[in-house]
């Protein structure tokens, strides 16, 4: 396991060097695809990657990676301008097959592809220990202990919309020392419990939260929060949040793993628990919709959020991460990388998987993945989706696209959302 781990690791970087490059080269005929459709596969069955490489490759280099296969590495030539690289799926899990080229005026490239195995039998290998539960309520009763009193500011709103929508920052105090910040946005002039309320958030960084206007106008209109994971002050010059990136904040996904009661991520989830706390109490929310929402950090937080707050009544997460932290294809921030062995003591009570497990089986839930996301693998965040006992859960996966939505996705997202609202407003009878 020695080598997979050192393969798959080596798969992590090169899809951090590799996104923008992924990116331009989306089109009908990627460089290395699974040659089934959906790039589905059963344990025991054969794999075939088609290289579709670019004109004039002449040679190329390839590595099998993921849970799914043995590692494997071999080489070719081109003949005809394509080639065919063949695995054998042998557990549940991802194959990734990494391609290095080499052409005809000695320049060289990169590509890879995934094909995805058994992905409904992932388990996550993170344990779910004992006092989980108890944990969890012991950051809510600190969080009691301490007086929310919201501070709000008036915020302005890009012109195009600014007839339509209002916009606010609410500031509030928590436990930890930073506080919390975030962004509402809501229709002009809306009436009493008349909206849903879509808690929204980020991925992972440092950076300022804003309005978010075409959102608040989804269907006949949403109440929007947008979190900011740091508690920090929205519309500050950029040297503001670039001090803070590379100063306070550099690299606060690596902190303290050795010790959950310490660990960076458990002041976030008492941050966003407050969040929740002042959404249930704005005027225009309807009571009935919430949505927990996000992508990357956000999509764990999202879930975080629909485990802890038995309110939620939808869950819609893109590429989450934090998820199967103890398997080799941890998703961000894979804390196994450079914590060893001591972050297995803060692991279980963080892990996507984890929290899925405790989303009401009523809530309905979204999930996506991309095939060749080497951030947030797609078997890490199977483990999770896996976990979730909804009556209607649904997974989007992105074949082509590394760590980042696709238009398909970003489509199927927002019309699983408009259907929550309105699936749950005629089991209301408010339609």
């Known amino acids: 396991?020695?080598?997979?781990?050192?393969?798959?690791?080596?798969?992590?970087?090169?899809?951090?060097?590799?996104?923008?490059?992924?990116?331009?080269?989306?089109?009908?005929?990627?460089?290395?695809?699974?040659?089934?459709?959906?790039?589905?596969?059963?344990?025991?069955?054969?794999?075939?990657?088609?290289?579709?490489?670019p004109a004039g490759a002449a040679e190329y280099s390839f590595r099998l990676a993921g849970n799914g296969a043995n590692p494997v590495t071999g080489s070719g030539k081109i003949e005809g301008g394509s080639a065919t690289i063949t695995a054998k799926a042998e557990r549940p899990g991802m194959i990734f097959c990494i391609?290095?080229?080499?052409?005809?005026?000695?320049?060289?490239?990169?590509?890879?592809?995934?094909?995805?195995?058994?992905?409904?039998?992932?388990?996550?290998?993170?344990?779910?220990?004992?006092?989980?539960d108890e944990f969890w309520a012991?950051?809510?009763?600190?969080?009691?202990?301490?007086?929310?009193?919201?501070?709000?500011?008036?915020?302005?709103?890009?012109?195009?919309?600014?007839?339509?929508?209002?916009?606010?920052?609410?500031?509030?105090?928590?436990?930890?020392?930073?506080?919390?910040?975030?962004?509402?946005?809501m229709p002009k002039n809306a009436q009493p419990k008349s909206l849903p309320l879509r808690i929204n958030f980020p991925g992972?960084?440092?950076?300022?939260?804003?309005?978010?206007?075409?959102?608040?106008?989804?269907?006949?209109?949403?109440?929007?929060?947008?979190?900011?994971?740091?508690?920090?002050?929205?519309?500050?010059?950029?040297?503001?949040?670039?001090?803070?990136?590379?100063?306070?904040?550099?690299d606060y996904g690596k902190r303290d793993w050795d010790n959950p009661e310490k660990v960076y991520f458990r002041?976030?989830?008492?941050?966003?628990?407050?969040?929740?706390?002042?959404?249930?109490?704005l005027p225009a929310w309807d009571g009935k919709i919430l949505i927990s929402s996000g992508g990357s950090q956000g999509g764990w937080l999202a879930t975080v959020g629909a485990a802890l707050n038995p309110d939620v009544t939808c869950l819609a997460a893109t590429?989450?991460?934090?998820?199967?932290?103890?398997?080799?294809?941890?998703?961000?921030?894979?804390p196994k990388r450079f914590q060893s062995a001591n972050a297995e003591r803060s692991m279980p009570y963080l892990d996507t998987a984890n929290f899925a497990a405790r989303v009401r089986p009523e809530v309905d839930c979204f999930y996506s993945v991309g095939f060749i996301d080497g951030t947030c693998p797609a078997g890490s965040i199977y483990a999770a989706f896996n976990n979730l006992r909804s009556k209607n859960k649904f997974c989007q996966n992105d074949i082509e696209f590394p760590h980042r939505e696709s238009p398909a996705t970003r489509k199927a997202f927002d019309e699983f959302l408009l259907d929550h609202v309105k699936h749950m407003r005629q089991d209301n009878g408010t339609l």
């Open 319 to 334: 590429v989450p991460a934090m998820s199967n932290l103890a398997s080799d294809e941890a998703g961000w921030p894979q």
């Open 99 to 132: 391609v290095d080229y080499l052409m005809a005026d000695g320049k060289k490239g990169s590509a890879w592809g995934g094909a995805g195995i058994a992905l409904e039998q992932v388990k996550s290998e993170t344990p779910d220990p004992k006092d989980f």
């Open 267 to 281: 002041g976030i989830v008492q941050r966003l628990l407050r969040t929740f706390e002042y959404g249930r109490t």
């Open 138 to 185: 012991t950051a809510k009763a600190e969080l009691a202990q301490v007086p929310a009193n919201p501070i709000t500011r008036p915020l302005p709103v890009d012109a195009r919309f600014a007839d339509q929508v209002e916009a606010f920052e609410v500031e509030m105090a928590c436990p930890g020392g930073r506080p919390v910040r975030a962004v509402v946005t």
């Open 204 to 250: 992972a960084g440092v950076g300022s939260t804003r309005p978010t206007p075409e959102w608040a106008l989804m269907g006949d209109g949403m109440l929007i929060i947008a979190f900011n994971a740091h508690g920090l002050p929205s519309g500050m010059p950029d040297s503001f949040y670039n001090e803070l990136r590379e100063g306070e904040l550099r």
């Open 1 to 53: 396991m020695k080598l997979h781990h050192r393969i798959f690791v080596l798969l992590l970087c090169l899809g951090s060097l590799l996104l923008s490059a992924a990116a331009a080269e989306m089109t009908a005929s990627p460089p290395v695809r699974a040659e089934r459709t959906n790039a589905r596969y059963q344990v025991g069955e054969e794999v075939r990657f088609r290289l579709n490489l």
